[in-house]
């Protein structure tokens, strides 16, 4: 998700961005606000090396900011973000809130999907259905839990909410809230969004040949209602060896690439302008404070003591990291407190820096004085988590925590995590804030109502001070009071050690010398990306 720049309150997620690896994208679709499309020069071709096929290309089941940079191409918003942050229209033409609980979207007239049918009300009314009603199972509906209803009258669609939601005004932004013609998903529904069944959208570009394992080949959509895109045709094409990907970047067969691997970034920097987006990624552990022996605070206390936070910020991201000390980065409050507030409040934060006799006194104070064995699974295919794995593998053996390495594919793993079975132990995580805003991490991780199937807090935290203190922040209208609420949340949650955070990072976008990218905003990579890259 949620997973930058600036805060939902002053103008990133479920995210959930999980899983297995870290990508995002940027974009500036500043034409969004006219309703005249304008004509822009054009490239051919633009070919974009990717690590892996994605699972679907539908986003009800495939939660993934990685594969929304591909979706957010094909699919359109009702809302969408300019490069520069700014909250601009989409599909919707123009929108309203009358009250706190209500929200009112003009779908814009004339836009058609690729197929050349009509966008219509119904279609948007269905696609939010696809994250609200439980019979399509979707990944992301834990963002859409507050929504009453949806009714359209001509062309307005009408959302109201159960209660006030600071995070519901960005989340026609969302990739959860992409816009899918009604007919065809619920025609082809088991196949949606795979080779078998591509699917239809109304965004810039349109899928011409999905094949697994190869190549994903986007050709425009001649219907599109907004800016001509750039390029004639975007091929993402499937390359899972690092140092493949690396020698078609020199060979000039892909013209861009996602965060190249630290151990090579040295020769993409050779090959490619390497470009920072601001994207305020967390990654670390969750710990079961249900299951034994992580229940015990004095072994999720010995576990923090004993990781090298500092150590694999710098070495898993060439120093392009910094270790952190909770969910949110600091910097998801600027432009709402003060400098001086911010600092002085993650100064309250407890957090227990490497110490290796630290943590060998503090587990000797636990019910497991001389360690214990369990098993962690790591998702296949990301070199963060695995990184991370093995760097507390060596660390924790050191206290007599032994880990076994458990690697698996990436999806199924991150189903462990929302199955929220027993005994969840220690779960490696990397996430995003879906959104600008700096409640929705701590919600999702910290939250009771989040302890369940399909919820996020596979720490099992559940704590009624904590628990109102979000729900305060989650309906608080006034930025200042938001923002003081979210401090004083992850001061109290770091006492009880539910999470061990390691590192705050951005994410990198390699690009053909001579093109560049931007302008970038964190929150953009569910859009048409590929408008922020210029050829000149």
């Known amino acids: 998700m949620l997973r930058p720049g600036q805060l939902r309150r002053s103008g990133r997620r479920s995210i959930w961005w999980v899983l297995a690896c ?16 304008t004509t822009t020069a054009t490239v051919a071709l633009l070919t974009w090396g990717l690590s892996s096929t ?35 229209p989409s599909l919707a033409q123009s929108w309203n809130a009358p009250d706190d609980t209500t929200y009112v979207y003009t779908l814009r007239s004339g836009a058609k999907f690729s197929d050349g049918n009509a966008v219509t009300p119904a279609d948007v009314i269905f696609s939010l259905q696809l994250q609200t ?33 600071t995070l519901w005004k960005w989340l026609p932004t969302h990739m959860g809230f992409y816009i899918y013609e009604q007919k065809d998903v619920t025609a082809n529904l088991a196949s949606y969004g795979t080779p078998q069944h591509p699917p239809i959208g109304s965004g810039p570009y349109m899928v011409k040949e999905f094949v697994s394992d190869s190549h994903i080949t986007l050709a425009r959509n001649p219907n599109y209602w907004g800016t001509k895109p750039i390029f004639d045709s ?32 040295d020769q993409w920097t050779a090959a490619a302008t390497i470009s920072n987006m601001p994207a305020y990624i967390w990654r670390g552990l969750t710990l079961d404070m249900q299951d034994p022996p992580f229940d015990d605070i004095h072994v999720r206390r010995a576990l923090y003591y004993a990781t090298d936070r500092a150590g694999i910020a710098q070495g898993i991201t060439a120093g392009k990291a910094k270790a952190s000390t909770a969910l949110d980065d600091p910097a998801l409050f600027g432009g709402i407190l003060p400098d001086a ?28 004085p001389n360690g214990f064995n369990f098993t962690l699974n790591v998702p296949a295919g990301s070199a963060r988590a695995s990184a991370i794995s093995q760097s507390i593998k060596q660390t924790w053996a050191q206290i007599g ?27 490696v995580i990397g996430n995003l804030p879906d959104v600008p805003d700096a409640t929705e991490l701590l919600w999702l991780y910290f939250k ?10 596979s720490s099992n935290l559940k704590d009624s001070q904590i628990d ?69």
């Open 401 to 427: 925590v032994n880990v076994t390495l458990n690697v698996m594919p990436g999806g199924p793993r991150f189903q462990v995590i929302l199955d929220h079975g027993p005994h969840l132990g220690v779960q």
């Open 234 to 265: 975007v091929v993402f094409q499937i390359i899972p060896d690092d140092n493949t990907r690396l020698l078609a970047m020199q060979h000039g067969d892909i013209q861009g690439a996602w965060n190249p691997p630290p151990a090579a970034f």
């Open 341 to 368: 507030t911010v600092t002085s409040g993650y100064a309250s934060i407890a957090t227990f820096p490497f110490d290796i006799t630290k943590a060998k006194a503090e587990l000797a104070l636990s019910k497991v």
């Open 468 to 536: 109102t203190l979000i729900q305060q922040a989650l309906t608080e209208t006034n930025p200042t009071k938001a923002a003081t609420l979210d401090l004083q949340i992850q001061q109290l949650a770091s006492q009880q050690v539910p999470i061990i955070p390691i590192l705050w990072e951005n994410n990198q976008v390699a690009i053909k010398k001579g093109w560049t990218v931007g302008p970038i905003n964190a929150f953009s990579w569910s859009h048409s990306f590929v408008e922020a890259i210029h050829t000149s």
């Open 54 to 88: 994605p699972a679907t290309l539908f986003a009800p089941t495939n939660f993934s900011a990685p594969d929304s940079a591909i979706m957010g191409l094909i699919q359109d918003n009702l809302l969408v973000y300019t490069g520069d942050g700014k909250l601009v």
């Open 448 to 457: 009771g109502d989040q302890a369940v199937k399909n919820g996020n807090n």
């Open 133 to 165: 009603d439980p019979k399509y199972g979707s990944q992301e509906s834990t963002l859409f839990g507050n929504v009453n209803s949806v009714t359209a009258s001509g062309n307005n669609i009408t959302v109201k909410l159960k209660q006030p939601d």
């Open 22 to 37: 870290s990508t995002a994208a940027a974009i500036a679709l500043t034409a969004c606000a006219s309703n005249q499309p």
